[in-house]
């Protein structure tokens, strides 16, 4: 395993500095920092779980090895890190981040410096069309004020009135401005076709010419677009694409690796699991056995 992975184990870190501002969708998880939050069933509409505002300092500290649903976090003050595909990655203000489920999900506070975020995390069932898509960033740029505004009316709704006309507005405002994160209007419309159909069809022996074929731009055009609106190269996004596959397939199934290897476009099973823990963490079979208790 990395050095970056070998260390991390279920944490939810507050410290003594920490404050947050969370709705929850009911009572069913009562875990301490989440068992004063008001609820609002509202949330269940869109599968939302619980939302938030948090205002840290270290040693906050939050990390999820197997994550059951979406997770959405912006930054609108200070400075944090999270860990995106295998690397640590600083996170400041006006900059998002989306990881599908079944994804390592950790992020800290720096010391020495505050941290201020909103997020919203989603639950998924196995027949709910997921909030990601084969086009959505996973890190980029992202106004967070309408996002936070918005959680903060429904956190002080919830905790007055709470009236059902305007819950229901605050909520289908937050999960509106997920989308919009999300599912871009694409100004390139051949990208978000390419990504859909190598999604589709991930078995495909893809080649950045291939790919640039298929857009019909040519390969250093694709490479500006994909670092302009994926913060990736066009052959990381297919890595990805393949790594998010694989890790909901050994969740969900009990396909035998060697058959998630060659669903996703890895012939050679030691080729697939070395990708694989260089992206998610750890080996494909250790990622199969952290599934019976996901969190979020």
């Given at each position: 395993m990395s050095k970056i992975h070998q260390h991390l184990s279920?944490?939810?870190?507050?410290?003594?500095?920490?404050?947050?501002?969370?709705?929850?969708?009911?009572?069913?998880d009562n875990r301490p920092w989440l068992a004063r939050a008001p609820v609002c069933a509202a949330l269940r509409h869109h599968q939302i779980v619980h939302v938030g505002i948090a205002d840290c300092a270290a040693p906050y500290r939050?990390?999820?090895?197997?994550?059951?649903?979406?997770?959405?976090?912006?930054?609108?003050?200070?400075?944090?890190?999270?860990?995106v595909a295998?690397?640590?990655q600083r996170f400041r203000a006006g900059t998002?981040?989306?990881?599908?489920?079944?994804?390592?999900?950790?992020?800290?506070?720096?010391?020495?410096?505050?941290?201020?975020?909103?997020?919203?995390?989603?639950?998924?069932?196995?027949?709910?069309?997921?909030?990601?898509t084969a086009s959505s960033p996973v890190l980029a740029r992202f106004d967070p004020e309408p996002l936070r505004a918005a959680i903060l009316g429904l956190h002080h709704e919830c905790r007055?009135?709470?009236?059902?006309?305007?819950?229901?507005?605050?909520?289908?405002?937050?999960?509106?401005y997920v989308l919009r994160f999300a599912q871009p209007l694409q100004e390139e419309d051949r990208l978000w076709q390419l990504w859909h159909n190598v999604a589709a069809n991930l078995s495909t022996e893809?080649?950045?010419?291939?790919l640039a074929r298929d857009a019909h731009v040519s390969a250093e055009h694709l490479r500006r677009l994909c670092h302009q609106q994926l913060r990736r190269s066009p052959m990381h996004q297919v890595i990805y694409l393949r790594m998010h596959r694989a890790s909901e397939l050994l969740t969900?199934?009990?396909?035998?690796?060697?058959?998630?290897?060659?669903?996703v476009g890895y012939h050679n099973p030691f080729v697939f699991s070395t990708t694989f823990k260089k992206w998610i963490g750890w080996r494909p079979s250790d990622h199969r056995l952290r599934k019976q208790s996901p969190l979020g």
């Open positions: 279920e944490t939810h870190i507050l410290g003594p500095r920490t404050k947050n501002w969370i709705v929850r969708v009911d009572t069913a939050v990390v999820r090895l197997h994550q059951g649903g979406t997770y959405f976090m912006a930054c609108f003050g200070g400075e944090g890190r999270v860990l295998g690397k640590w998002a981040y989306l990881l599908p489920r079944y994804i390592l999900n950790a992020f800290h506070a720096v010391p020495g410096t505050r941290w201020q975020f909103c997020w919203v995390r989603y639950q998924q069932p196995a027949a709910q069309r997921p909030i990601a007055g009135a709470a009236a059902p006309a305007p819950l229901h507005h605050w909520v289908e405002l937050i999960h509106g893809w080649t950045l010419e291939q969900a199934t009990d396909l035998k690796i060697e058959t998630i290897a060659n669903a």
